[in-house]
């Protein structure tokens, strides 16, 4: 197949999330299983040129009122992929639009007040680039809303009738990697589409006056998904579909989830460059080493024998920053005033968030705090902690809970999105599971969740230990993910009746010269037939979305036991030993009278 990836965002190039590593990682599986795959990003300004390949001629968008925006395309091969299967990529270079720092805004202009024209220029010049390049692709992959318009182009334009017929048996995916970003601009802008206004409607970018971006690519495109089974049913609610849970629903025959993996080269112990020493489940020796140098980095007592919590994160309302580090509110401060526990947060973000956590740190011993981004630093977090803290209150994905279980370190997490398709939570009476896991999001929630971790890695080490085997030998591959793409291509060509592609098939132009004039015009109503068929045929789609959610019924059967906490338990366990548990290493302060903690709840309870 050929599968063209249209991105805002692919690393090594530009990154502001998860989404730069998707696209990059998915797009090398994919060529690795022999697809030939490219991908398309805008050339930003901090994007060398000299390390690139300029493609001859100017290339010429024409977009709406008569405007021709005029661009330079480059290009390269992704670093690790060459030979048979290299992936190629290109870089539309409009110097207005994208020769400035930032991706979507800068320190003063958060979201660039042009970000509409930007990338609806953008998804517009993918097919431009097809063109130049004379190579069309099976599958037009869309991420996000940046490139969410290039569905809308395809369906409304390019396989539109009329049109040049080069994009006739093209099909589009979009995939949302996070429903809260959406681009929502004003309908002025519109016009610059070039697209008539019936599409403004029929395309789906109306929202209450005003034009949503992926709003319309997820009317537009032939199948949409994002990245996790559980997210996918969650963004078709109300509480979780930031107002496009309508669409979503509406949409729901050609919706799934699909579980994002990680990249296994670089996120794994045994063969980490970042750390002092590579570790593997038969020799642990690396990961003891790592929380030394954990503890020396942030300045903390250099002690085996308190579990360490670590953190690396965007400071922002997602990652339920605010009911953990919130001023006054917070359960951080309460956390480590209260427990036996080290605290270790790496991230940059919202500035109340950087200027409390970091005032947090003056204050507290056992808590400190970097601000900024550090890929060796998070590594050596991800390595060095005992446990990995994902308070969030929404998860498309989430990578970092993936890396905590294969580097042995346990996931404390809210039960949402993605986090609920990879974490099992801890049953005390089997000692099965991978980490801990809470419901609700609030201050007491996270307190009483954290205390129970702890007080199992005081007073439970075997379930402990097992916990870790179990998270080290998980599959997280990219192999597994990128076949289950393949699955989703393959069910899009059956609902659009077009013959799913094999091999290095001739261009689908060459395919539309051969046919005679009359079969062509027979296509349209077999077309609506076939469709109809191939829908019910369906089943490896919709496996995808029905078979993925082990996670959302191992928390029906178990509930998260939020309310058995450190105090809880320390009254629970054995009487002989004396216990270091989270409540035994309460330091006893008079603003805890005034705490309803879960350890006063529960003494309570044994009156
Ligand atoms: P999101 O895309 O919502 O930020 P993900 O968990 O999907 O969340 O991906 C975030 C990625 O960015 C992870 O690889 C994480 O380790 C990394 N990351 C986030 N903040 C930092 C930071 N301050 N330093 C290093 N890496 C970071």
Not at 272 to 300: C, H, R, W
Request: proline letters at 5%; charged letters at 25%.
């Amino acid at each position: 197949m050929k599968i063209l990836m249209a991105s805002s965002e692919a690393v090594p190039w530009a990154k502001t999330g998860g989404l730069a590593d998707m696209v990059s990682a998915l797009s090398i599986n994919l060529a690795n299983l022999g697809h030939d795959v490219r991908i398309v990003i805008p050339r930003y300004y901090p994007i060398d040129r000299s390390k690139l390949k300029l493609l001859p001629d100017a290339m010429g968008t024409p977009m709406g009122g008569g405007i021709q925006e005029w661009s330079a395309v480059y290009e390269t091969v992704m670093p690790g992929t060459s030979g048979k299967n290299p992936v190629k990529v290109y870089f539309i270079d409009h110097e207005i639009f994208f020769g400035r720092d930032g991706i979507y805004g800068n320190a003063i202009e958060t979201d660039f007040i042009d970000n509409s024209r930007r990338f609806t220029f953008f998804s517009r010049a993918v097919f431009q680039l097809c063109r130049k390049i004379k190579w069309y692709p099976d599958v037009l992959h869309a991420h996000d809303w940046p490139a969410a318009v290039a569905p809308v182009y395809l369906k409304f334009a390019e396989r539109a009738a009329g049109s040049s017929g080069e994009f006739k048996k093209t099909v589009s995916v979009l995939t949302i990697h996070n429903l809260g970003y959406q681009g929502i601009y004003h309908k002025d802008n519109f016009g610059y589409a070039g697209l008539g206004w019936d599409v403004f409607y029929n395309g789906g970018f109306e929202d209450w006056n005003m034009l949503n971006m992926l709003k319309a690519g997820l009317y537009s495109a032939d199948k949409i998904n994002t990245v996790s089974p559980n997210y996918a049913r969650e963004t078709m609610t109300q509480a979780h579909g930031f107002r496009l849970d309508g669409v979503l629903r509406y949409r729901n025959a050609d919706y799934c989830g699909i579980l994002n993996g990680i990249d296994t080269d670089v996120w794994n112990p045994t063969k980490d460059k970042y750390i002092p020493e590579t570790y593997s489940l038969e020799n642990m020796a690396g990961k003891v080493k790592a929380k030394k140098a954990l503890q020396k980095e942030f300045g903390l007592h250099e002690d085996p024998n308190v579990p360490v919590i670590g953190m690396v994160t965007r400071l922002t309302d997602q990652k339920g920053v605010g009911e953990l580090f919130g001023p006054t509110y917070g359960s951080a401060w309460s956390i480590c005033r209260d427990m036996d526990l080290q605290m270790i947060l790496l991230g940059s973000g919202e500035y109340w968030c950087e200027s409390e956590t970091s005032g947090l740190a003056s204050r507290l011993s056992n808590f400190n705090v970097r601000i900024g981004y550090s890929e060796k630093i998070s590594h050596l977090i991800e390595a060095g902690s005992d446990f990995f803290l994902m308070p969030s209150r929404y998860e498309p994905c989430g990578l970092n809970q993936m890396y905590s279980l294969v580097y042995g370190t346990l996931p404390i997490v809210r039960s949402t999105g993605g986090l609920v398709d990879t974490v099992q939570n801890y049953d005390e009476k089997t000692g099965d599971g991978t980490g801990f896991m809470f419901e609700q999001l609030n201050p007491s929630s996270i307190y009483n969740t954290v205390g129970w971790a702890v007080w199992a890695w005081y007073n439970r080490p075997k379930d402990i230990k097992k916990m870790q085997e179990r998270g080290m030998t998980q599959d997280f591959s990219w192999e597994r993910s990128a076949q289950k793409y393949i699955e989703l291509y393959e069910a899009t060509f059956r609902t659009q009746g077009i013959k799913i592609p094999k091999g290095n098939e001739p261009d689908v132009l060459e395919i539309a010269a051969e046919k005679p004039k009359k079969e062509a015009l027979k296509e349209t109503p077999n077309k609506e037939k076939q469709n109809k068929d191939t829908l019910k045929k369906e089943l490896p789609y919709k496996e995808l979305l029905i078979k993925e959610s082990p996670g959302k019924e191992a928390l029906k059967k178990e509930p998260p036991k939020i309310k058995e906490t450190a105090a809880g338990k320390t009254k629970k366990s054995e009487p002989d030993k004396p216990k270091k548990t989270a409540a035994a290493n309460t330091k006893k302060s008079a603003s805890q009278k005034t705490t309803k903690s879960a350890a006063d709840k529960t003494k309570k309870k044994k009156k």
